[in-house]
Structures are given as structure tokens and as C-alpha cells.
């Protein structure tokens, strides 16, 4: 029995079984594989390792099993540290009252006895799933209200001194001796950067500031080149060393707010330099259809692994080691790209995942 199964069409969530009857294990998950992606265990502790690395969307276990049996299973894994706590459904010979509420009380949700009608199986699972899905969108906006406050509050105390920085600029230039103040000079040339990131800064903040008031970006029509161009000078430093490749179908204006959108394709470049590793290559590639723009970021690493691609986009989720990464870099640009009309998706190319931003096309001008 492989320990995973894969569903030949859509996933609809992974799903852990922990059986030790092998021939009625191969079967629930043939069943189940159509919709699901299926993880497989004999025992307890063998379950209970998958869970933690996996973290699976429902848990389906037998109660007598060899070493840990399925109670003491379902409180362990209830246990695992990531949120929500996904449901388990025990599946058991023994049918009486009180080891349903032994079930229960260590955190089952449902309870089906053997032998069981193959369609009841999967009518429960779809509604634990179902329900599953619903408690992770409340969850989710919940983190995204958080951030909401967190990131006005960020961009409040970002403001003053970023607007310091900037109002400073032109005054320190009028100041400097004639020989440095040729726009050539490299001392001239560091202020002007200095002074563009201060504006970036100041811009990003009062969008902050500015969409949690009225939930507005200021909207304008940009070459997408130039979009592009701020969001590779912003990530020169994490993408130094590595081939990059553009494939540039569309040419066009985009609508958009273009230090936020700049900001979107420099975290989603970020992460590509991090997935590629040093050596590896990074695609830059954007195309329209009638309706729409796309940009897309893919890249020459591993690709997202099946079992974490629901939970990328969560907030603070990472694989980073601790201090390395906040998590918050897909969030909050699917939140952005949102605020534009438009998405942001991973999508299969062949072997590869690419990130894809769509937006709207923008209005024919007059
Ligand atoms: N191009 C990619 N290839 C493979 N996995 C990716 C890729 N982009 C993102 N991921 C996965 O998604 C997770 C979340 O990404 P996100 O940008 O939200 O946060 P982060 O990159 O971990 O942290 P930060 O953005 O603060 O550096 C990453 O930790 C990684 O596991
Ligand atoms: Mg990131």
C-alpha cells in the first residue's frame, strides 16, 4: 500500500486514514481517492508521524489498532500545534454508547460503525470537509482583520519619518559644493536612491493608510515594463546570481497602484529567488486575453509540495526557518492584487507551479 494516494482530478483535501486492516484500508482509500488525496497508516504512531508533517484536513481512524489505538491517536493529534484542528471521524467495530463518548470527549466529531455503506463514508467526509473549509475562511479573515489593523498601524508610524526623509532630500542637495551636485556624480546619484525609496515608503504607507479608510488604491494606468522594472530593482539583491528569464507577450498598460503592484511582483520574486536557490533560473512572463492582463513568476525550484498548497496563502504561514520569513509576503499580496479587481493564483505548468497575477484589462482611453 503506498502511503500516499493521489486523485486523478481536483483534490478536495487531504485526507489521513489509520487502519490496520490492510485489505479494508486499500479499499476506503480507493474510495476516497477520487476526491481526495490519501494518506495511509497501519498504526497509530505511523499516523500520527504523517500528521505532523502533512497536517491533513481530516483525520479517519480505527480504534483498536497495535500500539496506539485510535483514541488516544485522535487526542494527539488534536494536539498538533497548527490551527484550526482538523476534524477526525472514528470508524469502529464497536458500537456501544460508551466508547462513542470516549470518541467524543478525546475530540472526534462523527462516529460510523462497521460495516459501514460506502456512500454514508463519503456523504460524511464531503460534509467534514465542507465544514472544514468554512472554519478555515473564518479563521483566515480573521488573521487578515488582524494584519488589516497591524499593517495601519505599521504604516501610521512610517509615515512621519518617511515623509522626514523625503522633505530632507532636496534641501541636503541644494547643500552640496558644486563639484558633487552633477546629477553624474555618484554622490548626487546615492541621494536620488535615497530619495526614491523614502517616496516608495511615504506612497506605501498613505495606501495603507488610505485603503483601510475607504478601501481604495489610486488607480492608474502604467506600462506594465515599468511595473516590472521597480519590482526587479526592489529584489536586485535577492535575485543577483540567478539567470533571468522574461517571456513578454503584452507590452500594455496596466491599472494599478504602482508601488503596491511593484511591491506584489518583488514578493512574489522573492520567493522565486528562494525556492531557485543560487544557480537556479527565474521566469518574468506577461500575456493578455481579451479581458485581462497576466503576469506570471515561475521558477527552477522544488515547486510548492501538494501538501502545503492550500496553506500558502494563510497568513504567517511559512516553511522559513524562525526569523527568516514572516509568512506574510502571499497574504497580503493576494490581498493587494484583490484591492486591484484582479488574482493572485498558483497554477500548475506541467512539472512547474507558477504564481500568476491577473488583472482587468484597462478601459480603451479616449
Ligand atoms: N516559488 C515558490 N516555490 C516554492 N514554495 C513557495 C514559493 N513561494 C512561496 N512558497 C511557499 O509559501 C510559503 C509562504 O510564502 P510567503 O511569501 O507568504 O512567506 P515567506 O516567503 O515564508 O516569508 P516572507 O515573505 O516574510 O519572507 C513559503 O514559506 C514557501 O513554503
Ligand atoms: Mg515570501
Known sequence: MPPRIDPLGTSHGTILLAEDDLALAGSIA????????????????????????????????????????????TRRFRDIPGVPPAPVLVLTARAGIDDRLVGFGVGAVDYLTKPFDPVELRARVRAQLAHRALTRQLYDAEKLA???????????????????????????KEMLPPELADPEHPVTQLIDVMAECADQVAFLSRQLLGFRRSGDLDLRRVPVGDVIDRALANASAAISGLDLRTRTEYTGPIRCAAPVMSQVLTNLLENAAHAAGPGGWIELATSKRPGRVTIEVTDSGPGVPQAIRDRIFEPFFTTKPPGQ?????????????????????????????????DLPEPPEVS
Not at 55 to 67: C, E, F, K, R, Y
Open 146 to 172: 488582524s494584519l488589516g489593523a497591524m499593517s495601519a498601524g505599521l504604516a501610521h508610524e512610517l509615515r512621519n519619518p518617511a515623509n522626514g526623509i523625503v522633505n530632507a532630500v532636496a534641501p541636503l
Open 30 to 73: 480507493r474510495l476516497l481517492s477520487e476526491d481526495h488525496a490519501i494518506l495511509v497508516a497501519h498504526d497509530g504512531a505511523t499516523a500520527l508521524a504523517l500528521a505532523e508533517q502533512h497536517h491533513p484536513d481530516l483525520l479517519i481512524t480505527d480504534v483498536q489498532m497495535p500500539g496506539m489505538d485510535g483514541f488516544e491517536l
Open 325 to 357: 520569513g514572516t509568512g506574510l509576503g502571499l497574504s497580503t499580496s493576494r490581498d493587494l492584487v484583490h484591492r486591484h479587481g484582479g488574482t493572485l493564483e498558483l497554477r500548475a505548468r506541467g512539472d512547474r507551479t507558477v504564481f500568476a497575477v
